[in-house]
């Protein structure tokens, strides 16, 4: 039983074949799978721009966790384990982008984790962790000191910014999402009058937002792009040439992002705490999507796939 995308905005549960299994693979139930509201949201209304692997029908998800019940000899996993699944390409002729929103994968078992039985459901959220830890946790980057989005990922940024002994400040234009904050601000863009920002960090994937970011920042200041952007961008020269402004984009996490987010998490350094705020069953998805693109109080949607299994 998996989630079909057949076409924009139309969503069905089917039964697919599964692809054999090799000796390097592992076959996992999943337990649950978040539903991402950037890529995804972007997947179910059409307007993903042209990238690898695009076409319809699909099987979307790329944050799942769940129990390994077989494991080739070759896949370095055991059965028994609870691993994340980022994903799946195991459905035939339905393509995997991101794949792992279905009951059952098959999958190479290096691209799995195993992590901590104590963060259950919470593993779902490991991949959007990741994605904020490679923006601005490698070697030779700055953590920002301006976050625009107070989504999951943007309060994933800043709770990793506050590990590393940053004090960011986050902007959010809606006012139901500036509560819950765990030691930084959030604040109306509208009322911030700063124009010194060394580092903005951009997660609202709104293009249009670029000429302010860029006449907040100090000299020699940056901006990454952590988002997902379904439009061109651009910006007006003078301001960005006067104030010699740097653009970054942060692209796609690596697997020792994904490692260094499960050791954060593990030993309680980095709260995944409170970013859940609905759970669906499976059953139910096409509703579940609804709500996780189109309810603003809903900052993370987690299907329930072990009635499934």
């Not at 076409?7 to 039964?15: D, G, I, N, T």
């Not at 799995?112 to 919470?122: G, N, R, S, V």
Request: hydrophobic fraction near 45%; aromatic fraction near 6%; include cysteine.
């Amino acid at each position: 039983m998996a989630v079909v995308l057949e076409r924009p905005e139309h969503l069905v549960l089917s039964r697919l074949p599964l692809t054999e299994a090799t000796d390097d693979d592992v076959t996992v139930d999943i337990e649950w799978s978040g539903i991402s509201t950037g890529t995804e949201r972007l997947l179910w209304s059409g307007r993903m721009p042209a990238f690898p692997g695009m076409g319809y029908p699909l099987v979307p998800g790329y944050e799942s966790v769940g129990r390994v019940i077989s494991a080739g000899g070759n896949s370095g996993r055991r059965v028994g384990e609870r691993v994340f699944v980022p994903g799946a390409k195991c459905f035939g002729d339905v393509r995997g982008l991101f794949g792992g929103a279905a009951a059952r994968v098959i999958l190479p078992g290096s691209r799995t984790i195993q992590f901590a039985e104590a963060l259950a459901e919470q593993g779902v959220l490991l991949a959007l962790a990741a994605t904020a830890h490679h923006a601005h946790s490698q070697p030779g980057l700055t953590q920002p000191d301006l976050i625009v989005g107070h989504g999951v990922l943007g309060r994933m940024i800043a709770r990793l910014a506050m590990v590393a002994g940053a004090n960011p400040v986050v902007w959010e234009t809606n006012a139901e999402r500036r509560d819950g904050a765990t030691g930084y601000a959030v604040i109306d863009p509208a009322t911030d009058t700063r124009r010194d920002y060394r580092c903005i960090c951009d997660v609202s994937g709104d293009g249009a937002l670029l000429d302010t970011l860029i006449s907040r920042l100090a000299p020699g200041g940056e901006v990454v792009l952590a988002g997902f952007y379904d439009e061109p961008l651009s910006f007006v020269f003078p301001p960005a040439f006067m104030r010699e402004a740097r653009l970054r984009v942060a692209a796609q996490w690596l697997p020792a992002d994904l490692a260094a987010v499960k050791d954060l998490a593990e030993s309680g350094r980095l709260s995944l705490d409170g970013l859940i705020t609905h759970r669906s069953d499976a059953m139910q998805a096409d509703s579940a999507y609804r709500t996780a693109f189109g309810d603003p109080s809903c900052l993370k949607m987690i299907l329930d796939w072990r009635s499934c299994s």
